[in-house]
């Protein structure tokens, strides 16, 4: 299933014998290697030798390694050097401060800082609420995690998870114009996180929770929203669920079913699953069904959480017990938010007639795309590969600048509602088909609609 991405795009300083076929020699190559060669350019020439950089696509580290062990197989030919233009991307971090105002004079500094500063800070202690409208709190997010469950690595840590973390922060950036800043805790205990989030707060107009594990993000995010005045979201949960709802209400569309005709089965009761759970439940969802790794939630089990037991006492209204394979025969709507290859071809063709599959674990989906393709009518990955990229990119930048906007302390279930909507009316109808029912995550007017949506929510 793993194909060459530009997520381990290589490039190759290539040193060869000068003929009519040289270029031909070493993309050619590459491609039978199988990478996909994005260019190549001449960096040296003389009579007898040629130097090109050779840039492509390949699947993993071992696969770079193997394509420039058969480069050099050629005759005359040797690798000088291998650059990996991921790590490029990252050398020194992917962020920076900037300041807003220029320092060009005393004057400036006497406003920006001392004297003047004084009197900034005396206005916010006469009235806090001011630091909204005084500071960088107007605008700036807090990108706050563990490191205990890191996109799909597990538990790799606070340093590990710093290079994620910027990544969030420069989405923020690019996508809303919200200025986000990493917060990489160096502990995995609750009651510290809450207390390190609560003395950090009044730095920032916003918490974004990211990749921490369940349960414990759970209460992590429940009792910091009881206890500071401004939204904390996890975009694990509440992200994902945003755009799954988006994708689901276009994809209704597309096969022409109603919610409350449709049996809907989840792969994954963590924390993406739970909170799509709630998401669809007021929307006329009744029959979902649930799936842990021992197969269907249901209200005979013991010992669950109290998150997976909410999920136990409203959802499978015929208390189905059994696996998830068995669960997907005659279901409308498969979302899976678990883990690689649980199912197969057959699988999906037990389905009914015109399902919609989302398969969103990442880099390897539930079922493989093309086969789900092959019986579905509807499929969608949270791969940038395949059409229907269920991405949370989507979601978060547009959410948070209108919850920046709009001064808002909490965020409701009908808030993330709207933005859900939002998403699904950038894909008009003449534009609607099985291969697009999301907008690209580039679309410039995604964000604007979203928060344009929220702050009207807000209201």
């Known amino acids: 299933m793993a194909a060459p991405s530009p997520g381990c795009s290589i490039t190759l300083r290539v040193e060869a014998p000068v003929s009519a076929e040289a270029a031909g020699r ?26 090109v950089d050779l840039t492509c696509d390949c699947i993993d580290n071992a696969h770079a390694e193997t394509v420039a062990k058969n480069l050099e197989s050629l005759e005359g030919v040797a690798v000088r050097k291998a650059s990996d233009r991921t790590f490029l991307m990252h050398l020194g971090g992917k962020l920076e401060v900037t300041p807003k105002v220029e320092l060009r004079h005393r004057d400036d500094l006497s406003r920006a800082y001392t004297p003047g500063v004084a009197r900034v800070c005396q206005a916010i202690a006469a009235n806090p609420e001011d630091a909204r409208r005084l500071t960088i709190k107007r605008n700036t997010v807090a990108v706050v995690t563990d490191g205990s469950a890191v996109l799909g690595l597990g538990n790799i840590g606070p340093k590990a998870a710093l290079p994620v973390m910027e990544g969030k922060a420069a989405l923020f950036k690019r996508f809303a114009n919200v200025d986000a800043w990493p917060v990489c805790l160096d502990t995995q205990d609750t009651e510290k996180i809450i207390e390190i989030v609560q003395a950090l707060a009044p730095v920032y107009g916003g918490i974004n929770l990211e990749d921490i594990a369940a349960p414990r993000c759970f209460e992590i995010e429940r009792r910091l929203r009881e206890s500071l005045d401004i939204p904390v979201f996890h975009d694990d949960q509440h992200g994902t669920a945003i755009v799954v709802l988006a994708a689901l209400h276009n994809a209704l569309k597309v096969v022409g079913k109603q919610p ?20 669809l439940l007021p929307l006329g969802f009744a029959d979902i069904v649930a799936c842990g790794r021992t197969g269907a939630v249901h209200r005979g089990q013991t010992g669950l959480d109290a998150d997976r037991q909410w999920v136990a006492d409203h959802t499978n209204r015929d208390d189905f017990s059994g696996s998830l394979k068995e669960a997907v025969v005659g279901a409308d709507i498969f979302i899976g938010v678990s883990a690689p290859d649980l199912l197969d071809g057959d699988d999906i063709a037990a389905m009914a007639d015109d399902a919609i599959v989302f398969a969103l674990a990442n880099p390897d989906p539930e079922v493989d795309p093309h086969t789900a393709g092959r019986h579905a009518a509807v499929v969608a990955t949270g791969r940038s590969d395949f059409p229907n990229q269920i991405n949370n990119v989507l979601a978060f930048p547009g959410l948070f600048r209108g919850l920046l906007d709009a001064g808002v302390n909490g965020i409701s279930d009908d808030l993330l509602r709207a933005a859900a909507e939002a998403i699904a009316g950038r894909v008009a109808p003449e534009q609607l088909n099985p291969g697009y029912i999301v907008p690209s995550v580039f679309d410039e007017s995604v964000a604007p609609a979203i928060a344009a949506a929220v702050r009207e929510a807000a209201e």
């Open 260 to 279: 409350a005709d449709c049996k809907l089965v989840l792969s994954g009761v963590g924390a993406a699953g739970n909170a799509i759970i709630r998401l």
């Open 26 to 51: 070493l993309t050619t190559c590459a491609g039978e290697s199988g990478a996909v060669v994005t260019a190549l350019d001449v960096r040296e020439s003389s009579n007898d030798r040629i130097v």
